[in-house]
């Protein structure tokens, strides 16, 4: 079941970030070009998950524990750091420039078109170069 | 400058930029992301943030790593069957910039996210669902820097 929890997990948000046109990077630029020709559509997804977010895990969390899993896994990290500035820093840069977050990115792959493929694979080097020069590690520590 | 992949668009369309403002399909798709951020802690305890399980992938295997696969393979499966549903029209997909900002802008990405541990679905949707500090802030800067740098990009330098 907690195969199955996982690939129907996938599944939904997948169909979330699709139908919501998210997944398509003009979309997603165009929300954040303020003065532009702006798209406010972004908002009413970030608004729609944040309220079925926080009323879910208010219910799921009261739980003793995850139903397929031994425990909860809550992001350990505490305190506003550098790290977390910077981080947020470097990524808001790259999400401007291209309009490409991580979940559409890795969505829009099935598409085929050759902007996306690029844009995961430079991703995907950025994440293992900030892994292994900044942390030190492979596994880093992750709120989400 | 604008890139479209389909035969018969004019990439340099200006008007092409434009896309409509779709506020029911965004409810219906924040809904669904919602419910799966809910089924993946409800289920497994997860947090549903794409860079984390993405960034864990490409690491050493984990047997943890499974549940992790199998949301991406989820993930990939939810968009075709969602286009295929009719639910998005994937000619309408336009990517801003060039080879080069594409470049940038991923590697960007993928260490920012990893720095600052999380995305837009891991600090901006679970995180400040949890009411988490650290999530509200990284959200709030990378929302900022993000409109700073459409802003720059389009109505100063005038690319993209």
């Known amino acids: 079941m907690d195969k199955l929890t ?9 169909a979330g970030i699709t139908v919501s046109g998210m997944v398509n990077p003009m979309k997603v630029q165009n929300f954040l070009d303020l003065s532009g020709d702006w798209d406010p559509t972004l908002l009413f997804v970030m608004a729609a998950a944040l309220a079925v977010t926080y009323a879910g895990y ?5 739980a003793p524990r995850p139903r397929f899993a031994l425990a ?4 350990s990290l505490q305190g506003i750091d550098e790290r977390l500035i910077g981080g947020a820093v470097v990524f808001g840069l790259g999400w401007g420039l291209t309009g490409f977050c991580p979940g559409p990115a890795v969505a829009s792959l099935v598409f085929g078109y050759w902007p996306s493929a690029l844009f995961v694979l430079s991703m995907a080097a950025g994440m293992a170069i900030a892994s292994h020069l900044f942390l030190g590690t492979d596994e880093s520590p992750s709120d989400g | 400058m604008l890139s479209r992949h389909q035969e018969g668009m004019d990439p340099l369309d200006a ?3 434009a896309t409509a403002f779709t506020p029911l399909a965004g409810l219906a798709g924040g809904i669904l992301i919602g419910l799966s951020a809910i089924l993946l802690m409800g289920g497994l ?12 992938l490409l690491g050493r295997w984990r047997p943890d790593n499974a549940w992790r696969a199998l949301f991406i393979l989820g993930l ?10 009719g639910g998005f029209d994937s000619n309408s997909m336009a990517f801003p910039g060039n080879p080069m900002t594409t470049v940038v802008g991923g590697l960007l990405v993928g260490l920012g996210t990893t720095l600052g541990a999380g995305c837009t679905s891991g600090h901006g949707i679970c995180g400040i669902a949890r009411l988490s500090m650290r999530s509200i802030v990284s959200t709030g800067v990378f929302m900022f820097f993000a409109v700073a740098t ?6 100063v330098i005038g690319a993209s």
């Open chain 1, 6 to 14: 996982a690939l129907l997990a996938g599944l939904l948000f997948g």
């Open chain 1, 58 to 62: 208010q219910l799921v969390l009261k």
């Open chain 1, 72 to 75: 909860f896994i809550l992001p």
């Open chain 2, 15 to 17: 008007h092409s930029l």
């Open chain 2, 45 to 56: 305890g997860r947090v549903a943030g794409v860079s984390g399980i993405f960034g864990a």
């Open chain 2, 76 to 85: 990939l499966a939810g968009t075709i069957l969602t286009s295929l549903l």
């Open chain 2, 150 to 155: 459409v802003y720059l990009m389009r109505h």
